[in-house]
C-alpha cells in the first residue's frame, strides 16, 4: 500500500502540482481579503479535469500554502491575509517594527512547518484505527454520527447558535431538492429540469466563500494598503530555537485537536493557542510586544489545524472545516467517497494524501525561508485588479463543474446571500456541512427506520449511539451554559 | 443589527412554512417507515422553531448596532452585484470573451484611476488566459452567444 502511494505521489508532474499548490496558497494566504477557503474553492475548478491524485494534492499544497501565507501580510503590514493569522499579527508585527521583520516572519515559518508535520503524524497515526473502528457503524450510527457533526457547526460557528442552527437547516434543506434517492419521488424541482438532480455544493461553495467574500472586497476597494517593509534574512535566530520546538509540538498537537471537531478552524485554534501560550509564560504581561513564543504558538496550532480536519473528513466523511468540505467535494468529482470505506476501497489515494501533506509542508519550508521577498510583491497587486478577476474566477468555476450555466446562477444566488449573512455575522460554514451531511443523515435516518420497521428505539440500540447521543446533548447545551457562566461572573 | 435579524427571522419563517406545505402534498409514511417528506419537515420545525425564538430574542434586544447595509461603499456591492447579473445575461447571448473582456474594463476602471491603455490591456489579458486555460488546457467548452 506504501509502495503504491509512493509511486502516486512521486511523480514529477505531482510534485510539482504540491509546489504550486504550496506556493499559490502562499500568495492567496498573503493578500489580506483573500481567506484560505476562498482560495481552495477558487482552485477546485481547475482540478475537475485532473486524476485524484493530482487533484487532491494541489488542493492540500493551497490549503497548507495559504494558512502559512496570513502571517506574512500579518507580520509585514499588521493585517492578517487570513482570519487564522489575527493572533500572529498581535506580536508579529511589533516584532517586524524593531527591525526584525526577518526573525518574526522565520519563526512564523518554522513554528508552521513543525505544527504542520505534527498534524500530519497525527493524522497517519489516528486515522487508520478511526477508519477501522467505524467500519462497525451502521445506519443508525451513521445517523447519530451526522447529527453529532451537524449540531456541533451550528453550535460553534458565528456568534449565534440559533443562527447557525438556522444556516444548518438551511443546508440540509436545500440538499433534499431533487430526487429522492429512496423512493424515486421530486422534490421541490417545481419542474424545472436542473433541480431534478439536486443543486451541487460545489457552485454553492464557490458563492458562498469566494464570491461573498469578493463583495466584500468591493466595500474597501478604495482603502490603500500601507507599504509593506524590507525582509533582509528570514531565519530564526538562536534563541528563539527552544521555544519554537517547544511551542511547537504542543500548540501544533493543540490545533491537531481542535482541527479535528468539526466546525472549529484555524482562527479559533491560533486565539485559543495565543491564550494558552501567554496562561503558560513566566511573562504574560510582554505579551503584545513583540515575544518569540506568542507568534510560534498561533502559527503552529494554524497549521496543526491542516491535518487534524482530514481526519474527521477521510475517516468518517465529516470535514472537519470548511476547506475539508470542499476537498469532499474534489474527492466526490473523482468518484471517491469519504468515510470509513475510503481506507479500504482507495487505500493508496489515502496514503498519498498522508505523504503529500508531508511533502507540502516541507515545500512551505523551503518557499517560506528562501522566498518570502517573493512572496510579499504579491502584496503589492492591487485590488482593483484581483476583486474583478476573482468575480470571473467564481464565473468560470462554477460553470466548468457541468457545462451549465444554471451552477453559475446558483452560484452568483449563494455569493450575494453569503454577502448578507457576513452583514447579520451569521456564518455560512453550516449551509455547506448541512448540504454535505444532509443527504448523509437523511439516508441513514430513514434506512435505519426501514431495518428497524419503524422502531425509533433504534438510534439508541448501540453504544456508539449512546455516545455520540451524549455528544450531541452536550454540544448543544455547553455553549449555553458557557454563557450563563461567563454572565453571573 | 436587530431589524436585519427580524427580517431574517421572518424569511425563514416564512420559508419553513412553505417547505412544511409543500412537504405535506408528498407520498406519506408506510408502516413507520418515513416518506420522502418527512424529513424535510422535521428539520423545517428545527429551523421554524429557531427562526422563531430569534425573532422573539430581536424584538426583546435594544441592541442599536448598525446593520452597515446602506452606506457608500455597500452602494458600490450592489451595483456590483446588478452588474455581474448583466455580465450573466450578455454572456449566454453575446459571447463569453466579448462580454468577459467588457465586464473587467467596466471594473476595473471604476475601481481605478489607470491610463485607458493599461485597462485595456489588463482585461485583454485576464480574459485571454482564463479563456485559454479553461478551454484549451480544460476542455470547457464556451459555446454560446452570437459572438465569440
Not at chain 1, 505579551?287 to 503552529?300: D, K, Q, R, V, W
Not at chain 1, 472545516?321 to 475510503?342: E, K, N, R
Not at chain 1, 435516518?445 to 428497524?452: D, E, S
Not at chain 2, 456591492?77 to 455581474?84: A, K, T
Request: charged content about 10%; some cysteine; hydrophobic content about 55%.
Amino acid at each position: 500500500m506504501l509502495a503504491e502511494a509512493l509511486n502516486l505521489v512521486l511523480q514529477p508532474s505531482v510534485l510539482l502540482y504540491i509546489v504550486l499548490g504550496v506556493a499559490g496558497g502562499m500568495c492567496i494566504g498573503c493578500l489580506p481579503g483573500l481567506t484560505t477557503t476562498m482560495g481552495v474553492a477558487l482552485v477546485l475548478p481547475l482540478t475537475f479535469g485532473m486524476d485524484a491524485t493530482h487533484s487532491i494534492l494541489l488542493l492540500i499544497g493551497v490549503y497548507v500554502g495559504a494558512v502559512y501565507g496570513g502571517s506574512i501580510s500579518a507580520i509585514l503590514l499588521n493585517t492578517p491575509g487570513t482570519p487564522a493569522s489575527a493572533a500572529t499579527a498581535l506580536d508579529g508585527y511589533k516584532m517586524a517594527s524593531r527591525g526584525e521583520a526577518g526573525r518574526a516572519l522565520g519563526i512564523s515559518t518554522t513554528s508552521s512547518f513543525l505544527g504542520g508535520t505534527i498534524s500530519c503524524i497525527f493524522l497517519i497515526l489516528i486515522s487508520p484505527l478511526l477508519a477501522k473502528f467505524a467500519l462497525r457503524f451502521s445506519a443508525p450510527e451513521f445517523f447519530m454520527l451526522a447529527v453529532f457533526g451537524l449540531c456541533v457547526i451550528s453550535s460553534i460557528s458565528g456568534k449565534s447558535m440559533l443562527l447557525g442552527l438556522i444556516s444548518g437547516a438551511f443546508g440540509i434543506l436545500i440538499a433534499t431538492i431533487g430526487i429522492d434517492d429512496i423512493t424515486g419521488t421530486l422534490r421541490f424541482t417545481f419542474n424545472n429540469m436542473n433541480l431534478f438532480s439536486g443543486i451541487n455544493f460545489i457552485p454553492v461553495m464557490i458563492g458562498l466563500f469566494a464570491m461573498s467574500q469578493a463583495f466584500v472586497g468591493v466595500e474597501d476597494i478604495f482603502k490603500k494598503t500601507a507599504p509593506t517593509r524590507k525582509v533582509t534574512k528570514v531565519f530564526p535566530e538562536r534563541s528563539d530555537w527552544g521555544v519554537i520546538i517547544k511551542n511547537s509540538f504542543a500548540f501544533g498537537s493543540l490545533g491537531t485537536f481542535i482541527g479535528s471537531i468539526p466546525g472549529v478552524g484555524a482562527d479559533i485554534a491560533s486565539f485559543i493557542a495565543y491564550g494558552q501560550a501567554k496562561s503558560m509564560s513566566k511573562h504574560p504581561e510582554k505579551f503584545g510586544t513583540g515575544l518569540p513564543e506568542a507568534i510560534s504558538a498561533p502559527e503552529a496550532a494554524n497549521n496543526g489545524v491542516t491535518g487534524g480536519a482530514l481526519i474527521p473528513m477521510l475517516t468518517l466523511g465529516v470535514p472537519g472545516d470548511a476547506v475539508a468540505a470542499i476537498m469532499i467535494g474534489a474527492l466526490t468529482v473523482q468518484g471517491l467517497q469519504p468515510g470509513p470505506l475510503l481506507f479500504q476501497n482507495d487505500g493508496p489515494i489515502v496514503y498519498a494524501i498522508f505523504i503529500g501533506l508531508l511533502i507540502a509542508n516541507v515545500c512551505m519550508l523551503v518557499l517560506g525561508l528562501n522566498s518570502v521577498r517573493l512572496f510579499t510583491k504579491v502584496l503589492s497587486v492591487p485590488k482593483s485588479i484581483l476583486v474583478p478577476t476573482i468575480f470571473l474566477l467564481c464565473f468560470v468555476g462554477s460553470y466548468a463543474l457541468a457545462n451549465n450555466i444554471f451552477d453559475v446562477i446558483v452560484m452568483l444566488f449563494f455569493g450575494i446571500l453569503g454577502y448578507f449573512f457576513q452583514k447579520i455575522e451569521m456564518s455560512s460554514s453550516p449551509i455547506i456541512l448541512g448540504l454535505i451531511l444532509g443527504p448523509m443523515a437523511e439516508s441513514n435516518f430513514r434506512r435505519a427506520l426501514l431495518m428497524g420497521r419503524g422502531d425509533y428505539g433504534t438510534f439508541l440500540s448501540t453504544g456508539i449511539c449512546w455516545v455520540f447521543f451524549i455528544l450531541i446533548i452536550v454540544s448543544l447545551f455547553l455553549p449555553m451554559l458557557q454563557k450563563k457562566l461567563l454572565k453571573s461572573r | 443589527m436587530r431589524k436585519g435579524k427580524l427580517v431574517l427571522a421572518g424569511v425563514f419563517i416564512t420559508l419553513s412554512l412553505f417547505i412544511i406545505a409543500f412537504a405535506l402534498e408528498l407520498p406519506a409514511s408506510r408502516k413507520g417507515v418515513p416518506g420522502p417528506g418527512t424529513w424535510p419537515i422535521l428539520i423545517s420545525l428545527i429551523m421554524l422553531f429557531s427562526a422563531i425564538t430569534v425573532a422573539i430574542k430581536s424584538f426583546n434586544d435594544k441592541d442599536k448596532k448598525p446593520l452597515g447595509i446602506a452606506g457608500k461603499e455597500q452602494v458600490r456591492v450592489y451595483l456590483s452585484m446588478i452588474s455581474l447579473v448583466i455580465y450573466l445575461i450578455a454572456m449566454t447571448f453575446i459571447g463569453f470573451a466579448v462580454s468577459t473582456f467588457v465586464m473587467l474594463y467596466g471594473f476595473i476602471t471604476w475601481f481605478s484611476s489607470y491610463k485607458w491603455y493599461f485597462r485595456v490591456i489588463s482585461s485583454f489579458a485576464i480574459t485571454a488566459v482564463i479563456y485559454c486555460v479553461f478551454h484549451y488546457v480544460l476542455k470547457v467548452p464556451f459555446r454560446f452567444g452570437v459572438l465569440f
